[in-house]
């Protein structure tokens, strides 16, 4: 049976309704309460976070911090009490939680107004205008904090199976509906979904280890998990780390493996198929031994053309297959079918190389793969590689071309096709000639300003200058950008072809 | 040595033209790796090669201006620019700069001295000296304190959010959205900062050095956002500073030139020391190296009030007193970037060793990893 996520406003009845649905399906209840006091418990001060968002002009990347942990320990209690039985869960989309998992019943609770206009007014013994504008100010922080937890606006009805509206239907009818729409096949868990679970708990334990380990505490580590395979990803100047980080996970239930990988940075490979000997492969290694990056390859197969989501079949076979990426990062369906072994294989290459960032896959639409792109992870280019096979070769340049540019406009990072990926690596000879006129003309303006010192100093402070002052000023708004742009250009070049950008 | 053109541009020679190469040099290692513009060492760095302090500093924007267009450029490009903030900052900054130009050309214009360092322009040296030492020793206490102060583990190593917090409890209506940084600011302390960085930046340069811990520390706006949007804004701001300062007569664009060759170079090797040095170390030597430029200039102060007759001693002093002055400044670049550069070579040599990936078979019970 599925998770029941509900998600409502205080007084609007929805905590009631997820009540009354637990009692009826004899499901176990969980609300956010609960959730709130665990993090407290492992050291969150989720209040203060909460009056801080609001108060705060900014979100600060301490408070980022915290928000990871809240959620490793808001994804850990719900999977834990989830894997004990069945459960509904009432809270503020708590179902981003756990985006990946598919035996999951989303539900939003409407208010009927009036009546939560009374209800703030009897229970906080508050006039009308003040509980209207206690409503008005409730929601807008609750609104605001599930955009900073889960970056999504908790109004768009899009991302619920189901809205309920309580204006004319009684709690009591809407649990009633609601137990049937649980029982639907659609909400069934499969192995697939059961397992990406259990990924996604894993994942929250690894981070609520770090987090809770004063070694750890303060580092800015990623984790992916890939089959019970940790992946931790740290930063050069945190090198000390790499012992620690398996002392502290040691004892991980359903670990099986944990690999630390050093990277200055990350670059994102998404194709559909992945080969350790093919020279895409080679290219992004190269980029990535540079760049002291490490590469995370996510296996994306499109569910649907221009963007729609195609809901994919999981073959239970796929089940121990399916992973996914970090814990900050809500990851939607993952399993796209079997991992082929050539997945593995450019994993463990990678792995070998010391530039794994770990792997996962995802199927469907457009948006889907935006939204297995985490969001917390600092990428420093997107490469997109051989995607749409199963298409003419006309049709997949354009569809791979339309979805790179789609990419680039909701990922902050460069998006680069794998066709312009040698580009990126090896100075070309457009480029050579480019840098070399830029080398040129740097000579000539230098030449021209250290033997003709004097008549640009006339122009900049002297005799000249007294007679047309503003030639000085045209001088400098010219020259100065120029020189930097051809001077900057030339330098770029020389680096890449000193394999040092 | 000889000056040039009634005492406004020093006669360039192979010596002083390489000092002033490393001068861009250093200041770009330090500047790509603090993050921030590096005039506050090459603007107190020209003056003690005897370039006067009004042309140091206009030659010095007029360096940073295409650095800042394509710095500004990369940052648009990066989701990192918030237009509304910088546009806004910009108008009171080009008020501020506005300013500064007038007030640094008539003390130029006043004269004071006899020649010596900065030629006949005491006074204006001593004035920049003054508000140097003034807003950088602010700024790097301010900096070293927040690098060394203990911490709660449970905060992180972000910057200190105090004053932010302050700030925006302060009921100074009209306040503004921001988008891109995610902030709500007061409309009157955004313009009264714009005013503050540009004039800054017209008096030393150093307006960005100031405007974007001013964004971070005062009005929460996060680090990346804060440059890009500094960056932005010093793009028209550093122009039209540069523009001016060249219309007063007092931009020498040889040595925009030269320091341009060294500060390029040395800013992608300052950016690429941040990816291996320690965030609170980078504030430390960042905060350290403002320190010392702030004494190297402190030091130097004696001389010009005695070319103006308000301090008297010995004028064999003089000659002490301003190669102690170059001393520490030099010290400080040097040994920032120095350090900086050690940093990239250990990494770089470590990288080489170590085998980056540790692959870690599940430890046994006893915690032992096999």
């Not at chain 1, 089940?319 to 997945?343: I, Q």
């Not at chain 2, 170390?281 to 070319?307: D, E, G, K």
Request: include cysteine.
């Amino acid at each position: 049976m599925p998770i029941v996520f509900v998600s409502g406003v205080p007084f609007g009845g929805g905590e009631r309704l997820a009540k009354e649905l637990a009692r009826k399906l004899g499901y176990a209840f969980l609300d956010r309460e609960e959730v709130v006091a665990r993090a407290n418990e492992s050291g969150i001060p989720v209040g203060k976070l909460e009056v801080a968002l609001v108060k705060k002009p900014a979100v600060q990347e301490r408070m980022v911090r915290l928000r990871d942990r809240y959620l490793a320990v808001a994804t850990a209690t719900i999977c834990e009490k989830a894997a004990a039985g069945n459960l509904v869960y009432y809270g503020r989309a708590g179902h981003h939680l756990l985006p990946g998992v598919g035996h999951v019943l989303r539900v939003r609770v409407v208010p009927e107004p009036a009546r939560r206009l009374e209800t703030v007014m009897e229970r906080l013994r508050l006039p009308r205008e003040k509980a209207e504008k206690f409503i008005r100010d409730v929601d807008e922080d609750i609104r605001a904090w599930v955009r900073f937890v889960h970056d999504v606006d908790m109004e768009d009805l899009q991302k619920y199976d189901l809205v309920v509206n309580l204006e004319k239907l009684s709690l009591e009818n809407a649990a009633a509906a609601l137990c049937t729409i649980a029982e639907l096949p659609d909400f069934r868990p499969t192995p697939a979904s059961q397992a990406a679970m259990q990924e996604r708990l894993l994942r929250a334990r690894a981070r609520i280890k770090l987090a809770l380990d004063e070694r750890t505490a303060d580092a800015d580590l990623t984790v992916r998990s890939n089959e019970g395979v940790l992946t931790i990803t740290y930063v050069p100047r945190q090198a000390q780390l790499a012992p620690v980080i398996p002392e502290v996970l040691g004892d991980l239930p359903g670990c099986r493996e944990i690999r630390c990988t050093m990277a200055s940075t990350n670059i994102l490979w998404i194709q559909e198929a992945f080969r350790p000997d093919s020279g895409t492969y080679r290219e992004v290694n190269e980029l990535a031994r540079r760049w002291g990056a490490a590469v995370e390859l996510l296996q994306y197969r499109a569910g649907g053309e221009g963007g729609e989501v195609v809901p994919v079949e999981v073959a239970p076979a796929a089940a121990l297959k399916a992973g996914t990426g970090g814990v900050e990062d809500d990851l939607p369906e993952t399993a796209a079918g079997t991992a082929d072994r050539s997945f593995e294989q450019t994993l463990e290459a990678l792995v070998q190389e010391g530039r794994s960032g770990g792997g996962h896959m995802v199927a469907g639409g457009r948006e889907r793969l935006v939204g297995a792109i985490s969001r917390s992870v600092p990428y420093s280019l997107v490469v997109v590689g051989d995607l749409f096979l199963d298409k003419s070769p006309a049709a997949r340049t354009r569809m791979t071309r339309e979805l790179a540019m789609f990419l680039a406009d909701h990922v902050k990072a460069p998006v680069l096709s794998t066709a312009d990926l040698p580009s990126k690596l090896h100075l070309g000879k457009g480029e050579a000639l480019k840098a070399a006129a830029a080398g040129i003309l740097v000579v000539l303006i230098y030449g021209a300003i250290f033997f003709r010192q004097e008549g640009l100093l006339s122009v900049l402070g002297g005799e000249a200058h007294k007679a047309a002052p503003w030639l000085a000023s045209l001088l400098v708004a010219l020259l100065a950008p120029v020189v930097s742009l051809l001077y900057g250009n030339l330098l770029a070049s020389a680096m890449k072809w000193l394999k040092m950008d | 040595m000889p000056m040039l053109f009634g005492d406004l541009f020093i006669h360039l020679t192979w010596a002083n033209a390489l000092a002033l190469v490393l001068l861009g040099l250093v200041g770009g290692v330090i500047s790509g790796f603090a993050g921030s513009g590096a005039a506050f060492i090459m603007t107190p760095g020209m003056m003690n090669l005897r370039v006067p302090g009004v042309v140091a500093v206009g030659s010095n924007m007029a360096h940073r201006f295409g650095n800042n267009m394509m710095g500004a450029k990369r940052h648009a490009g990066l989701g990192n620019v918030d237009k509304r903030l910088s546009i806004l900052l910009l108008v009171t900054a080009l008020i501020g700069v506005q300013i500064a130009v007038w007030i640094n050309s008539a003390l130029f214009k006043m004269g004071g001295g006899e020649g010596h360092e900065g030629g006949g322009g005491a006074m204006s040296n001593l004035y920049i000296s003054l508000i140097f030492i003034g807003v950088l020793t602010f700024v790097g206490a301010f900096m070293l304190r927040d690098a060394v102060r203990p911490r709660d583990s449970k905060e992180g190593s972000g910057p200190s959010m105090k004053l932010a917090n302050m700030l925006s409890r302060l009921p100074l209506p009209p306040t503004i959205h921001f988008p891109v940084a995610d902030v709500r600011i007061s409309l009157w302390l955004v313009l009264l900062l714009g005013l503050v960085v540009g004039f800054l930046d017209g008096t030393v340069a150093i307006g960005g050095f100031l405007g974007v811990p001013a964004m971070i520390y005062l009005f929460g706006v996060p680090t990346t956002v804060a440059t890009g949007s500094e960056l932005f804004m010093a793009m028209f701001g550093g122009a039209w500073g540069a523009i001016s300062y060249a219309y007063q007569g007092f931009v020498d664009l040889r040595l925009s030139c030269l320091l341009l060759l060294g500060s390029l170079m040395g800013v992608y090797i300052g950016a690429y020391g941040t990816k291996v040095v320690k965030e609170v170390l980078v504030r430390l030597v960042a905060s350290s190296i403002i320190l010392l430029c702030v004494v190297s200039r402190a030091v130097a102060v004696p001389v010009y009030l005695r070319q103006l007759h308000l301090l008297h001693f010995s004028e064999g002093w003089e000659p002490w007193l301003k190669g102690a002055s170059t001393a520490i400044l030099f010290a400080a670049g040097v040994g920032g970037a120095g350090l900086v550069l050690f940093y990239v070579v250990k990494a770089t040599l470590e990288r080489r060793k170590v085998h980056a990936t540790l692959l870690v078979r599940k430890p046994a019970a006893d915690g032992r990893v096999s």
